[in-house]
């Protein structure tokens, strides 16, 4: 194997690793917001554990949840108690 091949081979297995610890350091935080105030909010490793704990908050509060399962609101023009996952690397 040429030297060329070699590092070739090499820098992409490190861009893999790095590639794979990324994706292994990503963290969600669902944040809970009552009139746009912080009052709460939990970590989870995986994105399946956040979106159900904000489904089912939401399902609880009877509240509106977005297509992407991201947010969630109460009715009004300016919700009162809001919902959202937040993606931390």
């Given at each position: 194997m040429s030297d060329i091949t070699k590092v070739s081979i090499?820098?992409?297995s490190t861009n893999?690793?790095?590639k794979d610890k990324q994706k292994q350091?990503?963290?969600y935080n669902v944040e809970f917001y009552h009139n746009?105030?912080?009052v709460q909010e939990f970590e989870f490793?995986?994105?399946n554990q956040a979106v159900d704990c904000l489904m089912r908050?939401?399902?609880?509060k009877s509240l509106n949840v977005r297509e992407d399962q991201y947010y969630a609101?109460?009715?009004g023009s300016k919700p009162e108690t809001?919902?959202?996952i937040v993606q931390y690397s």
């Open positions: 090499d820098l992409y893999n690793d790095i350091n990503k963290m746009s105030k912080l490793a995986t994105e908050h939401a399902s609880e609101y109460s009715d809001e919902i959202e």
